[in-house]
């Protein structure tokens, strides 16, 4: 399985620190994603990185990616209270038609 | 910006009842999907559609599931006789290939 795994699971911080959560997988990607998901809610595309980029930036949003280790990590900074979400890393490692596979995510509450 | 939008965002079903789930993808993307994520758990790929043809399916996507493209702008997505199992969100998303995908807003799934 490529699936990805992030850890920790679950993570709780006061607004204005940072939030890292971390994805591990298992095989070689195409391109590794991050989502965010509210509640019940749909998925929102935060961020691709392709497999020859070691990082990349957006807003309050950076995305490492170790292909030599197969994982990437997610930062937020000075994170608000409405970022308070679940956080899903998905790999994309087909030929084709680049389905991803999502890991078990991880659950950010930012207390105001 | 553009948007995938899925309806209806709730349907509930009788067990052995055939749903269909519609799906507008992104007007110039031309990969589909559908994924869908069973409660508290990790989103799953099903299935992904490209000129006019199923690209990749999974285990999950069995005979009693089904993908078409109707007309120039609906994709959809039939569960022949639903089975209990089947409750779940069940997500549209397009993609043109190179960015990360769009995701809808889900139909929630409910087959009591």
């Known amino acids: 399985s490529q699936q990805g795994e992030e850890d920790p699971q679950a993570l709780s911080i006061q607004e204005g620190e940072n939030a890292t959560m971390n994805c591990s997988y298992k095989?070689?990607?195409?391109?590794l994603q991050w989502y965010r998901q509210n509640s019940g809610r749909g998925l929102v595309h935060l961020i691709l990185?392709?497999?020859?980029?070691r990082e990349k930036h957006s807003g309050r949003l950076r995305v490492t990616l170790d292909t030599s280790k197969k994982s990437s990590s997610l930062l937020i900074t000075a994170s608000r209270a409405a970022d308070t979400a679940s956080y899903f890393c998905?790999?994309?490692?087909?030929?084709?038609?680049?389905?991803?596979?999502f890991g078990t995510g991880t659950r950010l509450t930012v207390i105001p | 910006e553009p948007e995938v939008t899925q309806t209806p965002s709730h349907q509930v079903t009788q067990m052995g009842q055939e749903v269909i789930l519609r799906c507008v993808p992104i007007?110039?993307?031309?990969?589909f999907y559908w994924y869908r994520q069973i409660l508290g758990q990790k989103v799953e790929f099903l299935v992904s559609?490209?000129?006019?043809?199923?690209?990749?399916k999974s285990e999950i996507f069995d005979d009693q599931f089904s993908v078409e493209r109707p007309d120039g702008s609906n994709f959809t997505l039939k569960i022949r006789s639903t089975k209990l199992e089947d409750s779940a969100m069940y997500f549209c998303?397009?993609?043109?290939?190179?960015?990360?995908?769009?995701f809808g807003s889900g139909t929630r799934l409910t087959v009591v």
């Open positions: 998303a397009s993609s043109d290939y190179r960015d990360g995908y769009t």
């Open positions: 095989t070689s990607i195409n391109n």
């Open positions: 990185i392709r497999s020859n980029e």
């Open positions: 998905a790999t994309d490692a087909s030929r084709r038609a680049n389905n991803l596979f």
């Open positions: 007007s110039n993307h031309l990969y």
């Open positions: 559609f490209y000129n006019n043809e199923i690209s990749e």
